[in-house]
């Protein structure tokens, strides 16, 4: 391998680099939930009486006794100095998928001219951070600055380690002056309290007398990159945009599946158990660790756990992956597709919902036909994918995540539902009337008597569905792994809402009528086939045929971009699922709109002005310099009687005079700022810009073939996915 001096460089210190030692391995429980101020810390700490009266706020949901706050304040701080913290931080998620910050010491000057360590009820309950900086969607005007955060005592603060000391962390929602929710927590908070209170409704209804609280699961498998930190600080592409806007394929990508499941390397297992080591110290509960599909590509996935506080650790995992990733030498890329032609990156997220007293309410058991709990809550999921698959394809709309959508690796942008044979044959049961029976678990014989039998699901999986039934909850798969799964979350839990309503009604309207319960069920759930079974599909998700069926004959939408996806936010239906649910306000949904909206209209500009900016500063001068040594060695072998190279030269100057142009016309096309509507914005920004930015790359990649590897100024797809 020849290449440019920068790309040597980078490459002799990679391939020199001396790793960093593992730590030394410590027992799971000495170091489990360290850093975090859970339950456990908290009944040590407070008197009993506080520590009942919060216990019963995390556990049931009800009303914060605010006359316990300077008691918790207290111990909560006395704990954290005991850890080395000097300053504490209330954590928000505003509406950018990223997590803010806002630091404060544990100090009091008095009037003496000494300082004290104090932190107040009043200070651990609200905050203000400066609001104006933030995107509000037209909530409010920029000169308006106020703010508020307020604890979640739901989601327990912790201890946020780096080498320059420790802070305690305490979860908040944010929300404006006039009482909008401007972060990600606030709908989400609510929209568990939608759910609890229709599905307690249904569980009563269904003959349960004890229902406890009711709330959602989740549980998202984290996919990134890794690449070595000296390549990715020579592509400006990967530290602004997060992707490759240039780059020719390698001879090998993962055509042979040989990293896929393989041995993790030597140098990233250390990253790993970095990581690891940091989010068991959080009381994140990380299982499951692997080489992903493409090469370069890894996978995290933590155990479920309740909805807020998965979605609080998964904020804190991604911070925790690129953090760490920079202690190692690397840059960890949370993009949905950082490299083109191979494997993009996703987060699925598996969700349930249950309680205390039932159960995983998703749980079909080994008779899912005699389940009435399981086909109630299954049904509601069904319409509620059919009334609102929309929505869902809005909730994961991004820049970044159209370009994974519909690709081989990842769902596509049509919402169905898979349940697998076993399923799919109990609901067609009931869509004709009657339920009576249900395919059992086979045994697999492998024919070798050494080797068990193997339990046999059944039903199979399929990777082609965006929400498909694997056991005991649904899995979204559509997830970008980039977001917050908070938006997911919210929606899911909405709309489940929204059907278990509704399923409610219909019940009590049947049992009026004398139906026994049974029959009750069977009557609503046919109802529920009848006019939502369209939405259940199991084959292939990425075949022609079904986008065509879908779309013609069953009445599905097929939305593949976000300029297509986001609108769906402003439809009446939309408006009037979140506000009779409580989640959303109409003005609170509307700055929703606006802010995703700006986002990707913000994102496709910045990766337009850097592909712009690289053709003409990296690329063109690269080809020109090319160009004239291979024009002055074509000279001398004309003097010489040899007429060589001359065609290799033209394709060369062809390709960088049209990349040129492309170049240009995309800088034009940029300019335009007339804009009628947000809408009309969105799709010029996916029907003109992105076009256009394909064509300069196309033209870019051609170069990068034809140019002698020594005067190419950008580390390459080989360099960064197979050098670490």
């Known amino acids: 391998m020849s290449g440019n001096s920068a790309r040597v460089q980078a490459v002799h210190q990679i391939t020199n680099r001396q790793l960093m030692p593992p730590k030394p391995p410590q027992r799971l429980e000495e170091i489990w939930a360290a850093n975090v101020f859970n339950l456990s810390k908290m009944q040590a700490s407070l008197p009993k009486a506080v520590f009942k009266s919060i216990q019963k706020t995390i556990v049931t949901g009800q009303k914060l006794d605010a006359s316990i706050a300077d008691v918790v304040a207290t111990a909560m701080r006395d704990w954290a100095v005991s850890k080395g913290a000097l300053y504490y931080a209330h954590v928000f998620y505003p509406m950018t998928n990223i997590t803010a910050?806002?630091?404060?010491?544990?100090?009091?000057?008095?009037?003496?001219?000494?300082?004290?360590?104090?932190?107040?009820?009043?200070?651990?309950?609200?905050?203000?951070?400066?609001?104006?900086?933030?995107?509000?969607?037209?909530?409010?005007?920029?000169?308006?600055?106020?703010?508020?955060?307020?604890?979640?005592?739901?989601?327990?603060?912790?201890?946020?380690?780096?080498?320059?000391?420790?802070?305690?962390?305490?979860?908040?929602?944010?929300?404006?002056?006039?009482?909008?929710?401007?972060?990600?927590?606030?709908?989400?908070?609510?929209?568990?309290?939608?759910?609890?209170?229709?599905?307690?409704?249904?569980?009563?209804?269904?003959?349960?007398?004890?229902?406890?609280?009711?709330?959602?699961?989740?549980g998202a498998e984290q996919e990134y990159f890794l690449v070595d930190a000296n390549f990715a600080s020579q592509r400006p592409d990967l530290l602004l945009a997060g992707r490759t806007l240039?780059?020719?394929?390698?001879?090998?990508?993962?055509?042979?599946?040989?990293?896929?499941?393989?041995?993790i390397p030597e140098r990233v297992q250390v990253y790993m158990q970095d990581v690891e080591e940091s989010l068991y110290k959080l009381g994140i509960p990380a299982k499951t660790r692997h080489n992903e599909v493409a090469p370069g590509q890894f996978?995290?996935?933590?155990?479920?756990?309740?909805?807020?506080?998965?979605?609080?650790?998964?904020?804190?995992?991604?911070?925790?992956?690129?953090?760490?990733?920079?202690?190692?030498?690397?840059?960890?890329?949370?993009?949905?597709?950082?490299?083109?032609?191979?494997?993009?990156?996703?987060?699925?997220?598996?969700?349930?919902?249950?309680?205390?007293?039932?159960?995983?309410?998703?749980?079909?058991?080994d008779s899912p036909h005699d389940n009435a709990q399981f086909l109630v809550f299954c049904g509601a999921v069904i319409r509620g994918v059919h009334k609102y698959g929309p929505l869902m394809r809005a909730a994961i709309a991004t820049a970044s995540n159209d370009h994974r959508l519909g690709a081989n690796e990842a769902p596509p942008a049509i919402m169905s539902v898979y349940l697998g044979s076993q399923l799919e044959d109990v609901f067609e049961q009931i869509k004709n009337g009657s339920v009576s029976e249900s395919q059992h678990k086979g045994v697999m014989d492998l024919g070798i008597n050494v080797l068990p039998p193997l339990s046999k699901d059944p039903g199979d999986r399929n990777r082609t569905s965006p929400f498909a039934f694997t056991g005991n909850r649904f899995e979204f798969r559509a997830v970008g792994s980039n977001q917050s799964v908070s938006g997911p979350l919210i929606v899911l839990n909405t709309m489940l809402a929204d059907s278990l309503d509704w399923i409610g009604n219909r019940l009590e309207n049947e049992l009026s009528k004398g139906s026994e319960l049974d029959a009750a069920i069977i009557t609503v759930l046919k109802e529920v086939m009848e006019q939502h079974g369209a939405v259940i599909f199991g084959g292939n998700g990425y075949s022609e045929d079904w986008h065509k069926m879908a779309v013609e004959e069953r009445g599905l939408s097929n939305l593949p971009t976000t300029a297509d996806a986001l609108p769906v936010l402003k439809e009446e239906y939309v408006r009037e699922l979140f506000e009779k649910t409580g989640v959303l306000t109409p003005v609170e949904l509307e700055s929703r709109f606006e802010v995703y909206a700006e986002q990707y209209i913000l994102s496709i500009e910045v990766e337009a002005k850097l592909v712009v900016s690289m053709a003409k500063t990296m690329i063109y001068p690269a080809a020109v310099e090319y160009l004239s040594q291979l024009s002055a060695t074509i000279g001398s072998l004309a003097d010489l009687g040899v007429n060589l190279g001359k065609e290799s030269a033209q394709k060369v100057a062809d390709l960088a005079n049209s990349m040129m142009g492309s170049a240009t016309k995309l800088s034009e096309a940029i300019k335009k700022h007339d804009f009628d509507t947000t809408e009309e914005h969105m799709n010029y920004c996916a029907t003109v810009l992105r076009p256009l930015?394909?064509?300069?790359?196309?033209?870019?990649?051609?170069?990068?073939?034809?140019?002698?590897?020594?005067?190419?100024?950008?580390?390459?797809?080989?360099?960064?996915?197979?050098i670490k």
């Open 246 to 263: 240039f780059g020719k394929p390698p001879a090998k990508g993962q055509e042979f599946d040989d990293h896929y499941f393989g041995a």
């Open 101 to 218: 910050e806002k630091h404060d010491g544990f100090i009091s000057v008095q009037g003496d001219g000494n300082v004290i360590s104090e932190f107040s009820g009043k200070v651990l309950v609200q905050g203000e951070p400066d609001g104006s900086s933030f995107p509000n969607g037209g909530i409010r005007d920029t000169f308006e600055a106020r703010g508020y955060t307020a604890w979640d005592v739901t989601s327990p603060a912790y201890i946020m380690e780096t080498d320059n000391g420790a802070t305690l962390c305490i979860p908040t929602v944010f929300v404006s002056w006039t009482g909008e929710a401007l972060d990600k927590k606030v709908p989400l908070l609510r929209s568990i309290a939608a759910m609890d209170k229709a599905a307690s409704k249904v569980l009563k209804l269904l003959g349960n007398e004890d229902v406890a609280h009711v709330n959602s699961s989740c």
């Open 299 to 365: 996978e995290i996935a933590p155990f479920f756990e309740a909805a807020n506080v998965a979605s609080d650790h998964q904020q804190l995992l991604m911070t925790i992956l690129k953090h760490t990733a920079k202690k190692h030498g690397f840059v960890c890329l949370l993009h949905e597709k950082p490299f083109a032609g191979i494997n993009g990156s996703g987060k699925h997220v598996n969700w349930s919902v249950g309680n205390a007293t039932q159960g995983n309410l998703l749980d079909p058991g």
């Open 693 to 722: 930015m394909d064509e300069v790359r196309g033209y870019g990649d051609a170069l990068e073939a034809e140019i002698a590897d020594s005067f190419w100024p950008l580390p390459t797809y080989q360099e960064m996915l197979f």
